[in-house]
């Protein structure tokens, strides 16, 4: 398979997520805990800058040890970690971190229950969504460095909700609408809803994301990877 028209995609997301970390205000440095080692440079080669990385290791307790007291900027970690799991580790690192921004990383095909709950963790990815090259990562970080939470696509299909901008099912439709173009009319043909119907839901989901109007909402959606552009 030849990969190399991918290579610009690649340079551009990490160029983008340089520029997120410069600009966030947060400390540099990152926690890489992955609870196997052939899992790990994959996800090295993702980060803007390799010397950002201050831990590398694949269990929770190195990991707190590494952080004594200063906190790092980020903690990214896999759900299943060689002593502990990621759901554990990023619960007690944010009570004893609060600053530091969490990125989980599901490793199996579905993702574990806990997720729907799990308020204290900044960002949830498949860790296959990673290696497919679908920008969740660069996606996360850009999305926590802003004060958001971030659940990829992947992840929402298996939640009811976004826990931090509760969103809603007809929320999601009404956004992918929106991403797809269409007007207060069509969106009402697509639905089977009134026009009236699809004007107080666009309202509504403008409300519950914060957005200006209806091109900053669909900004807003695929910066926090709520949708995307199919057209």
């Known amino acids: 398979m030849n990969?190399?028209?991918?290579?610009?995609?690649?340079?551009?997301?990490?160029r983008i997520m340089r520029r997120a970390l410069l600009t966030s205000g947060l400390d540099l440095s990152i926690a890489l805990a992955i609870g196997k080692?052939?899992?790990?440079?994959?996800?090295?080669?993702?980060?803007?800058?390799?010397?950002?990385?201050?831990?590398?290791?694949?269990?929770?307790?190195?990991c707190l040890e590494a952080f004594p007291n200063k906190s790092p900027g980020f903690l990214v970690c896999s759900d299943e970690l060689v002593d502990s799991d990621g759901f554990s580790l990023t619960k007690t690192f944010k009570a004893k971190h609060p600053r530091t921004k969490t990125l989980l990383m599901c490793t199996g095909s579905k993702a574990d229950a806990r997720v729907t709950s799990a308020d204290w963790i900044d960002g949830i990815f498949?860790?296959?969504?990673a290696f497919e090259g679908k920008g969740v990562l660069q996606q996360a970080v850009i999305a926590a460095t802003g004060g958001h939470r971030y659940r990829s696509e992947r992840i929402r299909a298996q939640c009811e909700t976004t826990s931090d901008l509760q969103l809603k099912e007809r929320d999601y439709q009404i956004l992918n609408c929106l991403a797809d173009g269409m007007n207060n009319r069509e969106i009402s043909a697509k639905l089977q809803i009134s026009e009236e119907t699809a004007k107080t839901y666009t309202k509504r989901l403008l409300g519950n994301l914060g957005a200006k109007n209806r091109l900053h909402a669909v900004v807003l959606g695929l910066r926090f990877g709520l949708t995307a552009i199919t057209q």
């Open 37 to 62: 080692e052939t899992n790990l440079l994959p996800l090295v080669y993702c980060f803007a800058n390799p010397t950002y990385l201050h831990y590398i290791g694949t269990d929770a307790k190195s």
């Open 3 to 14: 990969l190399t028209d991918r290579v610009p995609i690649l340079v551009e997301r990490r």
């Open 126 to 129: 498949f860790l296959q969504e």
